[in-house]
């Protein structure tokens, strides 16, 4: 890398017009219109609140719709926004410093969006419906107008923070389009350790970066690839699954609760056009997990495969060229550079070098290798390896922004057959997507961007070292011979043009009137009475058919099951109503203690005196309710111990896969209901448990965490001094309702994401959905608003928020009055 010092630090004046309310996220009063004013408006919307902060905006066209939907949210989370605008712009470095930017995001996304501003607005957004950029437009117009009204230096006081910051700036349509592209990329190239290979890439003659080995780990390459409690859950239910006969789902997505990914509740309306109310991704214009009128769907992270690498056969004469069927072809060198503001207010400039092909950038395999298989580095390093090649990287989602118009379409659908119609464009980056409706229909389909690799190519086309990549990352790594055309990805008629990816018809997909259910892992057993079998790993490397499954997948099927007999407690009819639905969400079960607790417990009896550390956890244990309640004593305890009993499992995987632990192995035939209990008697494996069971507790103890004291008192979200108790726990020890939180000092106290926004929708005879939900963050970001934690503390109680979708039911629930938004 080269370094230039630039002489002075940069200064960006802002002028901004009006000066702006408290920096409450309460709407401000209506402002009376100028009786000589022209009644010639670019935007028009009406904005009304309901409780706990929801905005429902109405419109008469799309401009108007994301106006009043950019102004509304921009009241609750302006802050949030501008900051990972800035972060998609290659700019955090600049604005933020060494200390809040990233170097290695910088320099990616100054290459995806800044340096070709112009081919986005010429590649992708010349593609796109007028209405979609119309819509976009107006979302980036209300939000400025936050700004406008508010000023900057009276921006509310919030985390992230930007009032009086200098880089607070209007935002342009292209802004958040950049946004939306990072978004995207999320799966594939903006994955830590995609990122740290393209970085690696250094050019001919050139090894790794240095270092670069020693910063990928193999609980890196989890959290890469695994899906546990960054995952979600959804059931979609058949008139066969419900006693009213009518569709019903529930949607549990288990995102982020800050920044990107994190959720924002609305009701978005243009009479007799489009009328969806759920939650939208922030600072998205679009309903992304909701209901209509008719219809209701959710969706679930699928862990299909988002890129695929190729190894490039090199000319030997030139470095940066490539052979493929004989033929050679360039290899083109790109630098970009980004400004780095130092602590004397001073700035410095960095540059960095990509390598292009002719479907995206060349990587180095380098740290992945070193964090996965040490004794094989050398093969990965160098440009050229010692094969003569490099490897390369084609991005299934790199030139995919058809999602705002797909979701905008399932937003309009009235049936799950409108539904699938709407995903068919495969604008959808990485998730499973179920969906019910009045009619009582459900569907499930893996109809996402995934490349067009079958298990015939993978046979043919990964060869030599690269069939030692597939296996030791569970095909979740695939490389694909590059020096034959055959080898590139496939083509489907009914796929996007050049895209290489599956087409719908190709992908797993089902409609039923019994239920569909998943939990991360693949298609495969989303309906266990019909598995989806015979698609190639690439559409589901993780669970893939035949494939042990996590325990959120076994919990979810067995609690539908249970319910589906009236054998849960909850009601003695079979069938789900929407209160027995949400029942299910928040039982709190923890499938791995149901599993594997009385075989450790049996074990403890067996404990010498001198395992004075695991004693105190069997203690604990034993009186524990195997429950991850407000008032358990004890989920911590196994919390910590299935962690450490989880150490050294493989990171491309969502469940416990060492056989040699399970008293019955996992069995294909009964991939629901195995593997259970732990084998005690196995050598090695009363040690293993016995060190679990005592570093949890050192883990514990070194935490200050009692090890009985109430869940609710231990994993807490702050709200303004108040510590709300959070039920919930781990998914990856079978938590349906899953929460990812790191043990901190005094408890699990910076939860990081989990249950988001959930929601339960069925229907009756009415032509208004009954819809309850809850958003466990709330909906605003300012401490100030009366929004802040006013849901946090329902989720806390087991209560939920009735969603009034009817326009006599946002009447009933209207708080303040309706502002009419001009401009």
Not at 16 to 21: E, K, Q, R, S, W
Not at 340 to 354: K, L, N
Not at 529 to 536: T, V, Y
């Amino acid at each position: 890398m080269k370094t230039i010092v630039a002489a002075a630090f940069l200064v960006l004046p802002l002028l901004l017009a009006g000066c702006g309310d408290s920096g409450h996220s309460r709407p401000a009063p209506p402002v009376t219109p100028d009786p000589e004013a022209p009644e010639d408006f670019t935007y028009q919307a009406t904005l009304t609140r309901t409780e706990y902060g929801i905005p429902h905006i109405v419109a008469e066209d799309w401009g108007s719709l994301g106006y009043g939907h950019g102004y509304a949210f921009a009241q609750d989370n302006y802050c949030m926004l501008i900051t990972e605008i800035i972060r998609a712009s290659g700019q955090s470095l600049e604005f933020f410093g060494e200390a809040q930017g990233s170097e290695d995001t910088d320099f990616i996304f100054s290459l995806v969006n800044n340096n070709s501003e112009g081919q986005l607005r010429e590649r992708y957004l010349s593609q796109q419906p007028e209405y979609i950029l119309e819509l976009v437009e107006g979302y980036a117009a209300g939000y400025n107008r936050y700004l406008r009204e508010t000023g900057v230096d009276n921006l509310p006081d919030t985390d992230p923070d930007c009032r009086g910051a200098h880089w607070v700036r209007e935002i342009q349509a292209i802004d958040l389009w950049k946004y939306f592209r990072r978004i995207q990329l999320q799966g594939s190239t903006d994955q830590g350790i995609v990122r740290q290979a393209i970085l690696d890439a250094n050019g001919p003659g050139e090894g790794n970066a240095a270092g670069a080995s020693a910063q990928l780990t193999a609980e890196q390459m989890r959290q890469a690839f695994a899906s546990d409690d960054k995952g979600s859950n959804a059931i979609a239910l058949g008139s066969h699954a419900t006693q009213t006969g009518s569709g019903m789902l529930l949607g549990n997505p288990h995102q982020p609760w800050y920044g990107v990914g994190s959720f924002y509740q609305v009701h978005l309306t243009i009479p007799g056009e489009y009328d969806a109310m759920g939650a939208a991704l922030k600072g998205f214009p679009k309903v992304a997990i909701g209901f209509n009128r008719d219809l209701a769907w959710s969706h679930t992270v699928s862990v299909a495969n988002r890129f695929t690498l190729f190894e490039l056969k090199l000319n030997p004469d030139n470095p940066l060229q490539y052979e493929v069927d004989g033929e050679f072809r360039d290899i083109v060198p790109e630098t970009v550079r980004i400004r780095v503001a130092r602590p004397d207010g001073s700035m410095e400039e960095r540059e960095h070098t990509f390598y292009h092909w002719e479907h995206g950038l060349i990587v180095s395999l380098a740290a992945t290798a070193a964090a996965i298989a040490p004794d094989f580095v050398d093969l990965f390093s160098g440009w050229p390896t010692a094969r003569g090649t490099v490897y390369a990287l084609r991005d299934a989602n790199l030139d995919n922004l058809r999602g705002i118009e797909m979701w905008v379409n399932i937003g309009k659908a009235a049936n799950v057959g409108e539904f699938a119609e709407a995903l068919k464009v495969i604008g959808n980056p990485l998730f499973h997507s179920l969906a019910a409706d009045r009619h009582g229909e459900a569907f499930y389909g893996e109809v996402s961007a995934i490349p067009h690799v079958t298990e015939a190519k993978m046979a043919d086309c990964v060869t030599g070292i690269n069939t030692v990549v597939r296996a030791l990352t569970n095909a979740a790594i695939i490389v694909l011979d590059g020096d034959r055309s055959e080898c590139q990805w496939g083509v489907d008629s009914d796929a996007p043009e050049d895209s290489g990816l599956f087409g719908f018809s190709s992908l797993p997909s089902f409609f039923t009137r019994n239920y569909a259910a998943n939990s991360n892992d693949s298609y495969w057993l989303t309906d266990p009475a019909q598995p989806l079998e015979g698609f190639p790993s690439t559409m589901g490397f993780v669970g893939h058919e035949g494939r042990q499954q996590n325990l959120r997948t076994q919990i979810n099927h067995a609690m539908v099951a249970e319910r589906l007999a009236g054998a849960d407690g909850f009601d003695p009819s079979p069938g789900f109503t929407l209160a027995s639905l949400q029942q299910l969400m928040y039982a709190n079960r923890v499938w791995g203690a149901e599993l594997v607790l009385d075989d450790v417990l049996e074990f403890c009896a067996t404990l010498d005196e001198a395992k004075v550390d695991a004693l105190r956890a069997c203690a604990v244990l034993a009186d524990w309710d195997r429950r991850a309640e407000v008032d358990s004593r004890g989920t911590q305890v196994f919390t910590e111990f299935w962690k450490a009993i989880s150490v050294g499992g493989s990171p491309f995987e969502n469940a416990i896969t060492d056989q040699s632990l399970w008293r019955e192995d996992f069995d294909p035939q009964r991939p629901l209901q195995t593997p259970r209990g732990f084998d005690i008697a196995a050598e090695g494996n009363a040690v293993r448990i016995s060190t679990a069971l005592a570093t949890a507790v050192a883990a514990l103890d070194a935490a200050g965490v009692p090890l009985a004291a109430p869940w609710g008192e231990v994993q807490v979200l702050p709200r303004n001094g108040v510590d709300v108790p959070i039920h919930g726990g781990s998914g990856s020890m079978g938590v349906f309702g899953a929460i990812s939180a790191g043990l901190d000092q005094g408890g699990y106290r910076n939860i990081r994401a989990g249950n988001s926004y959930i929601q339960t929708v069925t229907w009756d005879e009415s032509e208004c959905p009954l819809a309850e939900a809850i958003i466990t963050t709330s909906q605003s970001i300012n401490p100030e608003s009366p929004n802040h934690g006013d849901q946090s503390e329902l989720y806390s109680r087991k209560a939920w928020v009735d969603m009034p979708y009817c326009e006599s039911d946002i009447e009933a629930a209207r708080s303040g009055e309706t502002l009419e938004l001009r401009e």
